[in-house]
C-alpha cells in the first residue's frame, strides 16, 4: 500500500480526486491534503507520503518550491506535479527538480491513476534493486568501495592527518567540504534467521544516503552504518540531522525483522572534530541500543543524563566501567530478560543448602553495588530510588531461603530496569507535556501545525516531530486528528449544531474532507454516528 498527499489550492480539485477514485480498491492510501504549500510542508513532514500529488500555481508557496523542499527533508517521497499552463519552463524546472510525472489539468480520474500506478511501480523497482543482496555484496566488495570505506572509517576514528583526508578525498572523488559536521550512526539488530536482512537495510541507507546532497554514507562494520553530515551554516545541522534519521526510519519501517536504533553525534566545527562528534553518537548508542526494542531516534544530548550524579555527590560516584559482568547485565537487560538473570544467579550459588545464606550474602552485595551503579549513571543515587536495599534488614532476609533469595532479586531488578527506562523518555516529558497543552487549546485553529508547535516549544519541526512520535506512539498529525474528531464526537452527542458547522468549530476548512477523516478515523459518517448516539440504549434483565 502506497500513501498519497494531495496539495491544492482548490477545494473542488482536492475533492475530485478524494470521492471520484474508490482508494480503497486500490493499491493506494489517501493520507491526507491541503490547501497551499506551506500547511502542506509541515503536514508532509509528520506523516511522510510515499507519493505528493501537487498543484503547480498555489499562494504562499508554489507547486515547485514545495517539490523542491519536499526532496531535500525527504527525497524518497515521489511527486506528481498538477497545472494548467502548458508551459516548457515548468515541465523544464519540474524535471530538474526529480518530479516524476507532469500532469496538465483538466484530467480525469483515470489518468491520475495510470500516473500513481507508473509511480508505484517506479517505488516497487527501486526497493526491489535495494533488497538485492547479490547487487549490494558485489557494490561492497568493490575495490572502490573497500578504499572509500577503509578512508571514511579512518576519518571517524581521528587516525588520519588533515592531509591525508584532502589527498583521498580527491583521488576517491568524495566531497566532504564544509564548515560544520555531525555523525549519524545507526545500529542495526536482528535474529541469525533474518540475517541477510542487514544487507538490505544497509543496501537502503546507501542509497538513501546519496540522495542528500551534504551527506555522505558508509557500512563501518556488520550492524553499523555511518552517515556523516556536513553544512555551511550551524543553525541547520540539527534540522538536517533529524530529516535524514527520520528518513532512515521511514526506510526501516516496513522490515520488522531489523530495529534500527540512530545516534545523532554532537556538531563540530572542523573536519578534525568529526572523532569527537562520532565519539559521542557512539557512547550513545552502546548505552542505549541493548535495550530498546523499537526503531528509535537517539540525540548526544541524551547522553548528558549520565553522570551528573558525580557532580552533585562525588563520594557516592560508583565506577561505570564495563568490567562488572553485573552492571552489564542490568544496564541492558529487559524485563523479560529477569528470570534468566536470576537463573544465572542459582546457579552461582551451587547447590550446597548448607552455605547458601553465606555465598548469597556476597552475591546480594555484589547485585546492590551493580543497581546502585544503573541508578547513578541515570542521574539520581540509589538511597533516592531504592534505600530500603542498602539496609541489613534486606540482605537477612533476601537470603533466609532460595526462594526469598528469588522473590526479592526479582522485585529490585524489576525495579531498576523500569526505573533506567524511565530515564531514557523523560528527558521530554516536559515538552511533550507543553505542546499538547498547546494542541488542546489551539486545535479549533485550522492554522494549527507542526511548525507552530515545535515553534511554540523551542524545538526544531524535526526534531519535535522524531520526539513525539517515539514519546506518544502516533504522529503529531494523528494526535491533532484525534483530538479533533473526539471534539466532533462530543459536539455531534450533545448538540444540534450541523456537520458543516461542527467541521469548522473542530478545527476542520472543508466539510467534505471533515466527513473523509472523521469516517476513516471511526469507520461511519458524522451523520450515522449522530444517529446511533441518540439511540437509546437497549434494556437489560
Known sequence: MHSVFIVDDEIIV?????????????????????????????????????????DIKMPFMDGLELSRLVKKIQPWIKIIILSGHDEFEYAKKAISIGVEEYILKPFS???????????????????????????????????????????????????????????????????ISGRYYSVCICGIRTTAENFSELYKMKSRMMDLASSFDNVTGFSFSLEKFIFILRSTVADTIEEDLYSLAEAVLHQSSDNPACTVA???????????????????????????????????????????????????????????????????????????????????????????????????????????????????????????????????????????SKDAFIHEMHRIIENVIRFRDSKIHSRYSDAILRAKKYISDNYANPDICLHSVAEEIAFSPNHFSAVFSQECGMTFIEYLTKIRVNQAKKLLRT????????????????????????????????????????QPEEEHD
Open 14 to 54: 482536492r475533492e475530485g480526486i478524494r470521492e471520484k477514485i474508490a482508494w480503497d480498491e486500490t493499491p493506494f492510501s489517501l493520507a491526507g491534503e491541503a490547501g497551499d504549500g506551506e500547511i502542506a510542508l509541515s503536514m508532509i513532514q509528520d506523516i511522510k507520503p510515499d507519493i505528493l500529488i501537487t
Open 109 to 175: 480520474s483515470e489518468d491520475l491513476l495510470v500516473s500513481l500506478t507508473k509511480v508505484a511501480k517506479k517505488i516497487d523497482t527501486e526497493k526491489a534493486q535495494l533488497d538485492d543482496i547479490k547487487y549490494l555484496k558485489k557494490q561492497l566488495e568493490s575495490n572502490i568501495t573497500a578504499d572509500r570505506e577503509k578512508f571514511l572509517t579512518r576519518l571517524v576514528l581521528g587516525n588520519i592527518s588533515a592531509e591525508e583526508v584532502m589527498q583521498y578525498s580527491s583521488e576517491l572523488k568524495l566531497d
Open 262 to 400: 540512530i545516534a545523532l553525534g554532537s556538531m563540530v566545527d572542523r573536519i578534525s572534530g568529526i572523532k569527537l562528534s562520532y565519539s559521542t553518537a557512539e557512547k550513545l548508542l552502546e548505552s542505549r541500543v541493548m535495550i530498546l526494542k523499537k526503531n528509535c531516534i537517539l540525540n548526544s544530548e541524551d547522553s548528558e543524563i549520565r553522570d551528573t550524579n558525580a557532580e552533585k555527590d562525588p563520594q557516592h560516584t560508583i565506577s561505570l566501567s564495563g568490567s562488572d559482568p553485573i552492571v552489564d547485565r542490568l544496564r541492558y537487560a529487559a524485563v523479560s530478560d529477569i528470570d534468566s538473570i536470576i537463573a544465572e544467579f542459582i546457579s552461582l550459588l551451587g547447590e550446597n543448602e548448607e552455605q547458601f545464606d553465606i555465598m548469597a550474602s556476597y552475591l546480594v552485595v555484589d547485585i546492590i553495588m551493580a543497581i546502585s551503579a544503573i541508578i547513578s549513571e541515570n542521574g539520581s543515587s540509589i538511597k533516592e530510588q531504592m534505600p530500603e536495599i542498602v539496609k541489613r534488614e534486606f540482605v537477612t532476609k533476601a537470603v533466609s
Open 495 to 534: 448538540t444540534k449544531m450541523l456537520s458543516s458547522d461542527i467541521c469548522y468549530k473542530t478545527g476542520f476548512n472543508d466539510p467534505h474532507y471533515f466527513s473523509f477523516i472523521f469516517k476513516k478515523t471511526t469507520g461511519i459518517s458524522p451523520r450515522e454516528y449522530r444517529i446511533s448516539a441518540d
